[in-house]
């Protein structure tokens, strides 16, 4: 061993070496008794010359100008400085010599201090971090506000804000014991002089010089082959050696589980020529309030995707560069040119270098500050683990995280328009022409697939990786208390990978968020876009930068927000429509203005080819001092024309919330190209300067929103988004030309990419010629329709002629609680063969009858269809089936449980965020009506195309004034309901049988889906669970009956007895208290009770709540309900493994808390997790049925 010794002088101790090799121990102080005096280890050696591509050198062994802890321990303990980093109390003004912290620090004079930028951009070229010198601290100089203030040797040179959004970071550099690279052969011979140019960035276009500072040669510490590592209070100086692989200041190498114990905590490291600390095949280590500045390549790092359950908190990464001064600068598109493997870029993802580099999030990622750099945390999507783990059967990118809480992350994102904050994006793989060389793709890159968090591990499961991921299987990244602040892209860019952000704020960005992803749920957001403070940007052009709140995608996504707040975002233009204040907005002055085109809400229309389905819904929007709200987007021609994807933009708002009506609205285009198709009725509100239009949900009984895709003749539709340069006319004949575009409207010679081959409208004369002399919403070769469904039907003309053979899939609605009918015209005569098919089993067919009436068909399961003589029209209600099985037809509910076997959990896909569900196609199950009629000279469709005769939708004394209502005059109330036959061919709902679990998402592995609060808040935990990875917490409870709550009308019957039961247990300092599991019972005769069951329990451990109820009622069970109850106001508890499971007919409960036919309490109104209060007409929605395709839970 060799064990430094304090002087006892005090005198200070150096030792200079061209390196160590520790095989017994190496020790400086310990844990109870730490180095209290100056010690300083400088390690010599230059750089060798005969590195090859992959970072290797016989010459560089783990011992050459290195600390080698080869099978032994480093165990070094410097004077404890705490703490390492603060914040900035009070704004730092040009000038001051002094600043205020928010916390007591023992910091002391002479030692050097990082101030961290709150410019926008950081680069070694033009940054505003500055190290100062301590001259002396006062401790509580304002008490009970103020921690210490901590004065220097001389003034700052920037301005550092710090405001009730965010604050600068301060940084302890200084440590007593020192460990650091020599000065004469450690610095790079190769430094950048400045003066190269790239893509430009708001107004300038300076770059690093690439191929430039590649010869940084400091010391390094490596602990490998079994050795152990335990550092805190050390200062790592001009350490890492640049594209030396494996050689970083710190470094665990491959030490598996066995350095459980290990950590590396309050040390500093600045000045480093490659990386701060690497866990590399490391599991179970701690890194944690270290402070990192000016570092070569990414900071904190995760190396080969392998590395888990290691806990990474309180770390500051500042001041972060691309190795050799390579950089993904690049403009507004998707795409970046990949980075190949060289020798002066041995990883090429380091072109993206950012003060956090996590490949795999299965780690716990907890209140981090990363300033500057490509990004602030780094999420690479890894297919498959590299390095010298490479063969290991995982998939990192697919790992669940653990905890990624109370990050922050400025001063970054510059070099891309969408380089995030947080960027869970850019792919790193084995090149296939090489496959030992690894590329970087740092832009949009699903060619080697996608992130898909999976409960299962298809690696272990099936031996393959990128097996599916089924519904009942999906998982859901989760980030949480987040923060991002000064930065001139969006706050998060995820190019894939479902996630839940929740509580995440974004102060002075151009984007609040960019999510790129199905299956996106955000809560509690807070985008600001500009909070008044000056921006401090190269060029000085703030008014460059965008101040836009959220986009919706144009395709494949679902989105639903929540709960959450924009503030001082959107243009402030003459619109004035939604606030009339001078200060909504921002302006485009030179201080802290914004682009004159900035939104809070952005909708991309510019493509003809990628097109939205359902995908978007919102609650609980909050706006303060925003300017324009609305727009869509078309970047190439400002929707002139309009695109397929501009005329099908959708949005259901909930609550109104983000309209602005404070009803349930769905928003749509309002482009004219659309026609009237969502401009149905005079209560129709427009938004111009989007432009949209707002429909009023409840003006009609059954409105809801419905897609599908049309597919008639193969040909014209193959031509979609093809390459051709030629765009497709009708002397083509489908042939060697293309349609409908990403971006193209026309051609070279002017002919359009994506023209209309018919129309698409609502039935009734409101809806004609004479009403909307645009014929509707143009069909193309693209032929996907979104639009409102609850109405009369829609009515398909087809250019050509009625087709022959039509196909529809992709089909989005929730069948039970709005009808989609569509109408196709057909000459007297024709016979009808009409099927749906299920995916993936050619015998799961089911054949549509013939019924007498349009009613019939509107009111049917499903499987019916109807020709009408007298106007020629063929009528077919579409409905959403499940994707592999249609036994037991019926009109599904998108609550319906799988009956096909397999893992799924719902019988049709769905997405479920904050109590909002939103229907999602499945591929492969389609509907194909087949005409039987003569063909014509355009093959493919029938001869002839009977005269149009309009149908009479409303009865004597009526007019039509929606696309769903008749009433006896525009304006009035007395309206038309009309009531339908008896639906046709009814199947029973799926039942469950003795035995069976009747509870939904028991164990709450799958968040709160199915799950709601009874008033008070109901959240997911991690931290506990009876079984599983997480339980559900009953929180901020004003009463003793708040708690889970979830329906169970569908799955309980009357006169029957179940065995009910859930584990519980309390939180906080509560030792005890009663838990009362309840049914409350409504019954049309008997009125309103409540059964429950009851137990003691505690805060140390699980009890079992169980016992039996019979659920007697003396007329009609019309509602059923189970729920948690019972400990005092305000004390929390956690709730896990519910059941319910029916163990006889009839009966008497051998167990009752209690029965009455009073109320107990009243649900006065319902909260979600997120915070949202449902009003008392919505809590009356949530059991009576809505005619909308969305679901409040």
Same mark, same amino acid.
């Given at each position: 061993?060799?064990?430094?010794?304090?002087?006892?002088?005090?005198?200070?101790?150096?030792?200079?070496?061209?390196?160590?090799?520790?095989?017994?121990?190496?020790?400086?102080?310990?844990?109870?008794?730490?180095?209290?005096?100056?010690?300083?280890?400088?390690?010599?050696?230059?750089?060798?010359?005969?590195?090859?591509?992959?970072?290797?050198?016989?010459?560089?062994?783990?011992?050459?100008?290195?600390?080698?802890?080869?099978?032994?321990?480093?165990?070094?303990?410097?004077?404890?400085?705490?703490?390492?980093?603060?914040?900035?109390?009070?704004?730092?003004?040009?000038?001051?010599?002094?600043?205020?912290?928010?916390?007591?620090?023992?910091?002391?004079?002479?030692?050097?201090?990082?101030?961290?930028?709150?410019?926008?951009?950081?680069?070694?070229?033009?940054?505003?971090?500055?190290?100062?010198?301590?001259?002396?601290?006062?401790?509580?100089?304002?008490?009970?506000?103020?921690?210490?203030?901590?004065?220097?040797?001389?003034?700052?040179?920037?301005?550092?804000?710090?405001?009730?959004?965010?604050?600068?970071?301060?940084?302890?550099?200084?440590?007593?014991?020192?460990?650091?690279?020599?000065?004469?052969?450690?610095?790079?011979?190769?430094?950048?002089?400045?003066?190269?140019?790239?893509?430009?960035?708001?107004?300038?276009?300076?770059?690093?010089?690439?191929? !430039?500072?590649?010869?940084?040669?400091?010391?390094?510490?490596?602990?490998?082959?079994?050795?152990?590592?335990?550092?805190?209070?050390?200062?790592?100086?001009?350490?890492?050696? @640049?594209?030396?692989?494996?050689?970083?200041?710190?470094?665990?190498?491959?030490?598996?589980?066995?350095?459980?114990?290990?950590?590396?905590?309050?040390? +500093?490291?600045?000045?480093?020529?490659?990386?701060?600390?690497?866990?590399?095949?490391?599991?179970?280590?701690?890194?944690?309030?270290?402070?990192?500045?000016?570092?070569?390549?990414?900071?904190?790092?995760?190396?080969?995707?392998?590395?888990?359950?290691? @806990?990474?908190?309180?770390?500051?990464?500042?001041?972060?560069?691309?190795?050799?001064?390579?950089?993904?600068?690049?403009?507004?598109?998707?795409?970046?040119?990949?980075?190949?493997?060289?020798?002066?870029?041995?990883?090429?993802?380091?072109?993206?270098?950012?003060?956090?580099?996590?490949?795999?999030?299965?780690?716990?990622?907890?209140?981090?500050?990363?300033?500057?750099?490509?990004?602030?945390?780094?999420?690479?999507?890894?297919?498959?683990?590299?390095?010298?783990?490479?063969?290991?059967?995982?998939?990192?990118?697919?790992?669940?995280?653990?905890?990624?809480?109370?990050?922050?992350?400025?001063?970054?994102?510059?070099?891309?328009?969408?380089?995030?904050?947080?960027?869970?994006?850019?792919?790193?793989?084995?090149?296939?022409?090489?496959? !030992?060389?690894?590329?970087?793709?740092?832009?949009?890159?699903?060619?080697?697939?996608?992130? +898909?968090?999976?409960?299962?591990?298809?690696?272990?499961?099936?031996?393959?990786?990128?097996?599916?991921?089924?519904?009942?299987?999906?998982?859901?990244?989760?980030?949480?208390?987040?923060?991002?602040?000064?930065?001139?892209?969006?706050?998060?860019?995820?190019?894939?990978?479902?996630?839940?952000?929740?509580?995440?704020?974004?102060?002075?960005?151009?984007?609040?968020?960019?999510?790129?992803?199905?299956?996106?749920?955000?809560?509690?957001?807070?985008?600001?876009?500009?909070?008044?403070?000056?921006?401090?940007?190269?060029?000085?052009?703030?008014?460059?930068?965008?101040?836009?709140?959220?986009?919706?995608?144009?395709?494949?996504?679902?989105?639903?927000?929540?709960?959450?707040?924009?503030?001082?975002?959107?243009?402030?233009?003459?619109?004035?429509?939604?606030?009339?204040?001078?200060?909504?907005?921002?302006?485009?002055?030179?201080?802290?203005?914004?682009?004159?085109?900035?939104?809070?809400?952005?909708?991309?229309?510019?493509?003809?080819?990628?097109?939205?389905?359902?995908?978007?819904?919102?609650?609980?929007?909050?706006?303060?001092?925003?300017?324009?709200?609305?727009?869509?987007?078309?970047?190439?021609?400002?929707?002139?024309?309009?695109?397929?994807?501009?005329?099908?933009?959708?949005?259901?708002?909930?609550?109104?919330?983000?309209?602005?009506?404070?009803?349930?609205?769905?928003?749509?285009?309002?482009?004219?190209?659309?026609?009237?198709?969502?401009?149905?009725?005079?209560?129709?509100?427009?938004?111009?300067?989007?432009?949209?239009?707002?429909?009023?949900?409840?003006?009609?009984?059954?409105?809801?929103?419905?897609?599908?895709?049309?597919?008639?003749?193969?040909?014209?539709?193959?031509?979609?988004?093809?390459?051709?340069?030629?765009?497709?006319?009708?002397?083509?004949?489908?042939?060697?030309?293309?349609?409908?575009?990403?971006? *193209?409207?026309?051609?070279?010679?002017?002919?359009?990419?994506?023209?209309?081959?018919?129309?698409?409208?609502?039935?009734?004369?409101?809806?004609?010629?004479?009403?909307?002399?645009?014929?509707?919403?143009?069909?193309?070769?693209?032929?996907?329709?979104?639009?409102?469904?609850?109405?009369?039907?829609?009515?398909?003309?087809?250019?050509?002629?009625?087709?022959?053979?039509?196909?529809?899939?992709?089909?989005?609605? #929730?069948?039970?609680?709005?009808?989609?009918?569509?109408?196709?015209?057909?000459?007297?005569?024709?016979?009808?063969?009409?099927?749906?098919?299920?995916?993936?089993? +050619?015998?799961?067919?089911?054949?549509?009858?013939?019924?007498?009436?349009?009613?019939?068909?509107?009111?049917?399961?499903?499987?019916?269809?109807?020709?009408?003589?007298?106007?020629?029209? *063929?009528?077919?209600?579409?409905?959403? @089936?499940?994707?592999?099985? *249609?036994?037991?037809?019926?009109?599904?509910?998108?609550?319906?449980?799988?009956?096909?076997?397999?893992?799924?959990?719902?019988?049709?896909?769905?997405?479920?965020?904050?109590?909002?569900?939103?229907?999602?196609?499945?591929?492969?199950?389609?509907?194909?009506?087949?005409? #039987?009629?003569?063909?014509?000279?355009?093959?493919?469709?029938?001869?002839?195309?009977?005269?149009?005769?309009?149908?009479?939708?409303?009865?004597?004394?009526?007019?039509?004034?929606?696309?769903?209502?008749?009433?006896?005059?525009?304006?009035?109330?007395?309206?038309?309901?009309?009531?339908?036959?008896?639906?046709?061919?009814?199947?029973?709902?799926?039942?469950?049988?003795?035995?069976?679990?009747?509870?939904?998402?028991?164990?709450?592995?799958?968040?709160?889906?199915?799950?709601?609060?009874?008033?008070?808040?109901?959240?997911?935990?991690?931290?506990?669970?009876?079984?599983?990875?997480?339980?559900?917490?009953? @929180?901020?409870?004003?009463?003793?009956?708040?708690?889970?709550?979830?329906?169970?009308?569908?799955?309980?019957?009357?006169?029957?007895?179940?065995?009910?039961?859930?584990?519980?247990?309390?939180?906080?300092?509560?030792?005890?208290?009663?838990?009362?599991?309840?049914?409350?019972?409504?019954?049309?005769?008997?009125?309103?009770?409540?059964?429950?069951?009851?137990?003691?329990?505690?805060?140390?451990?699980?009890?079992?709540?169980?016992?039996?109820?019979?659920?007697?009622?003396?007329?009609?069970?019309?509602?059923?309900?189970?729920?948690?109850?019972?400990?005092?106001?305000?004390?929390?508890?956690?709730?896990?493994?519910?059941?319910?499971?029916?163990?006889?007919?009839?009966?008497?409960?051998?167990?009752?808390?209690?029965?009455?036919?009073?109320?107990?309490?009243?649900?006065?109104?319902?909260?979600?997790?997120?915070?949202?209060?449902?009003?008392?007409?919505?809590?009356?929605?949530?059991?009576?049925?809505?005619?909308?395709?969305?679901?409040?839970?």
């Amino acid at each position: 061993e060799l064990i430094f010794g304090e002087d006892a002088g005090g005198a200070a101790i150096t030792l200079d070496a061209a390196g160590m090799d520790v095989q017994g121990a190496l020790r400086a102080g310990s844990e109870t008794c730490v180095y209290d005096t100056e010690l300083t280890i400088t390690l010599h050696g230059s750089r060798p010359t005969d590195l090859d591509i992959y970072g290797k050198s016989p010459t560089a062994t783990p011992s050459y100008k290195g600390i080698s802890v080869n099978g032994g321990i480093i165990s070094m303990h410097g004077k404890r400085h705490f703490p390492t980093w603060s914040r900035l109390a009070e704004k730092v003004p040009i000038g001051q010599n002094y600043l205020l912290l928010q916390e007591h620090v023992n910091w002391e004079a002479g030692q050097e201090v990082l101030l961290t930028t709150t410019a926008v951009h950081d680069s070694r070229d033009w940054h505003r971090n500055e190290v100062m010198t301590i001259d002396y601290v006062v401790d509580n100089p304002i008490p009970g506000v103020v921690g210490s203030a901590v004065h220097f040797t001389s003034p700052a040179t920037y301005a550092h804000i710090a405001n009730n959004g965010y604050q600068a970071e301060v940084g302890l550099l200084s440590r007593n014991i020192k460990i650091q690279g020599a000065a004469d052969d450690s610095e790079p011979t190769d430094p950048d002089t400045g003066g190269c140019t790239g893509n430009g960035h708001f107004g300038v276009n300076f770059k690093p010089c690439p191929w !430039t500072s590649t010869t940084g040669f400091g010391g390094h510490i490596m602990v490998h082959s079994g050795g152990k590592g335990y550092m805190e209070g050390v200062e790592l100086y001009r350490m890492g050696q @640049t594209n030396v692989l494996g050689r970083y200041p710190f470094h665990w190498h491959q030490l598996g589980n066995a350095c459980s114990d290990c950590y590396f905590r309050a040390n +500093s490291i600045h000045r480093s020529f490659y990386r701060c600390i690497s866990i590399h095949g490391t599991h179970n280590t701690t890194v944690s309030e270290n402070v990192a500045y000016d570092v070569d390549g990414y900071c904190y790092y995760l190396e080969d995707g392998v590395e888990e359950d290691n @806990t990474i908190s309180f770390n500051l990464a500042a001041h972060i560069h691309p190795v050799s001064n390579v950089v993904a600068d690049s403009g507004g598109g998707q795409t970046i040119t990949p980075f190949v493997q060289s020798r002066d870029l041995i990883l090429p993802a380091d072109a993206t270098a950012s003060g956090y580099y996590i490949t795999n999030l299965h780690n716990d990622i907890i209140g981090n500050a990363a300033s500057g750099g490509w990004a602030g945390f780094a999420l690479p999507v890894l297919h498959s683990p590299i390095g010298a783990n490479r063969d290991v059967n995982m998939r990192p990118g697919n790992r669940l995280t653990k905890v990624f809480d109370g990050n922050v992350a400025h001063s970054t994102g510059w070099w891309w328009s969408h380089a995030g904050a947080f960027y869970s994006g850019g792919s790193l793989y084995y090149s296939s022409g090489d496959d !030992t060389l690894l590329e970087y793709n740092a832009g949009r890159d699903q060619s080697k697939g996608t992130r +898909s968090p999976c409960l299962v591990d298809k690696c272990v499961e099936n031996n393959n990786c990128g097996s599916y991921c089924y519904e009942g299987e999906r998982a859901w990244y989760k980030l949480t208390n987040n923060k991002v602040f000064m930065t001139a892209s969006p706050s998060l860019n995820s190019w894939s990978g479902r996630m839940e952000v929740i509580r995440f704020e974004a102060h002075d960005v151009a984007l609040g968020m960019e999510a790129l992803q199905d299956g996106f749920g955000i809560d509690q957001l807070l985008v600001e876009c500009r909070s008044g403070e000056e921006w401090v940007i190269p060029g000085n052009r703030p008014d460059y930068v965008s101040a836009n709140g959220f986009f919706w995608y144009d395709t494949g996504q679902g989105h639903i927000i929540s709960s959450s707040t924009f503030r001082n975002c959107g243009a402030r233009n003459a619109n004035n429509a939604y606030d009339t204040s001078p200060t909504r907005g921002c302006d485009t002055n030179e201080i802290n203005g914004c682009s004159s085109g900035s939104t809070v809400w952005g909708f991309l229309t510019h493509s003809d080819q990628f097109t939205p389905e359902l995908m978007q819904a919102t609650s609980g929007i909050t706006y303060e001092d925003c300017g324009r709200r609305f727009k869509l987007v078309d970047f190439k021609d400002n929707n002139t024309p309009s695109s397929v994807s501009g005329r099908a933009q959708n949005w259901i708002d909930t609550d109104g919330s983000a309209s602005g009506l404070n009803e349930p609205t769905i928003m749509a285009s309002g482009l004219t190209d659309a026609g009237n198709w969502w401009k149905v009725d005079s209560n129709v509100l427009d938004d111009p300067e989007a432009p949209l239009a707002f429909i009023k949900v409840n003006d009609g009984n059954e409105r809801g929103l419905g897609h599908i895709r049309l597919r008639w003749k193969d040909e014209i539709h193959n031509t979609v988004g093809n390459g051709s340069s030629k765009a497709c006319t009708p002397s083509d004949n489908w042939q060697n030309c293309g349609t409908c575009y990403n971006g *193209l409207k026309v051609d070279g010679s002017g002919d359009p990419y994506c023209p209309a081959l018919g129309r698409i409208r609502h039935i009734g004369s409101k809806f004609d010629l004479t009403n909307d002399p645009t014929g509707g919403l143009p069909i193309t070769a693209n032929a996907e329709v979104a639009g409102l469904t609850g109405g009369f039907a829609w009515l398909l003309q087809l250019d050509d002629g009625p087709p022959k053979s039509l196909k529809i899939d992709q089909i989005e609605v #929730d069948p039970v609680e709005t009808p989609m009918v569509l109408a196709i015209p057909y000459d007297s005569g024709t016979s009808f063969s009409i099927t749906a098919h299920a995916a993936y089993c +050619s015998s799961c067919v089911e054949t549509f009858f013939a019924v007498n009436s349009v009613d019939h068909v509107r009111a049917s399961q499903g499987n019916t269809y109807y020709y009408d003589e007298a106007t020629k029209l *063929l009528y077919v209600r579409i409905i959403q @089936t499940p994707q592999t099985y *249609l036994t037991e037809w019926h009109l599904w509910n998108l609550d319906d449980l799988n009956m096909g076997g397999g893992p799924k959990t719902h019988a049709l896909d769905r997405f479920t965020f904050s109590g909002i569900t939103l229907p999602s196609f499945a591929y492969g199950p389609y509907l194909q009506i087949e005409a #039987d009629c003569a063909e014509g000279a355009i093959s493919g469709h029938c001869a002839t195309t009977p005269s149009y005769v309009e149908p009479e939708v409303c009865p004597p004394d009526y007019i039509q004034v929606s696309y769903d209502k008749c009433c006896v005059s525009e304006g009035s109330s007395d309206c038309y309901i009309p009531t339908f036959p008896p639906t046709f061919s009814p199947t029973p709902q799926p039942t469950f049988g003795q035995g069976d679990n009747l509870v939904l998402n028991p164990g709450f592995e799958s968040g709160l889906t199915d799950w709601y609060a009874n008033s008070g808040l109901i959240q997911i935990d991690t931290s506990q669970a009876h079984s599983g990875t997480q339980s559900v917490l009953a @929180t901020g409870r004003t009463s003793t009956w708040n708690g889970p709550q979830q329906t169970m009308i569908e799955r309980m019957s009357a006169n029957k007895t179940y065995r009910i039961s859930c584990w519980a247990k309390l939180k906080g300092i509560t030792s005890s208290d009663t838990l009362k599991l309840t049914l409350r019972i409504d019954d049309d005769v008997g009125g309103r009770k409540w059964l429950g069951i009851s137990n003691t329990i505690n805060n140390q451990d699980w009890t079992l709540i169980q016992g039996d109820i019979a659920v007697n009622v003396a007329g009609t069970l019309t509602g059923i309900d189970l729920y948690a109850e019972g400990p005092a106001v305000g004390v929390e508890y956690y709730v896990d493994d519910v059941s319910a499971i029916e163990v006889s007919s009839g009966g008497r409960s051998l167990e009752s808390a209690r029965s009455s036919t009073q109320p107990q309490h009243e649900d006065v109104e319902m909260q979600a997790a997120s915070g949202a209060v449902v009003s008392p007409m919505f809590a009356l929605l949530a059991v009576v049925p809505i005619f909308l395709w969305y679901q409040w839970k």
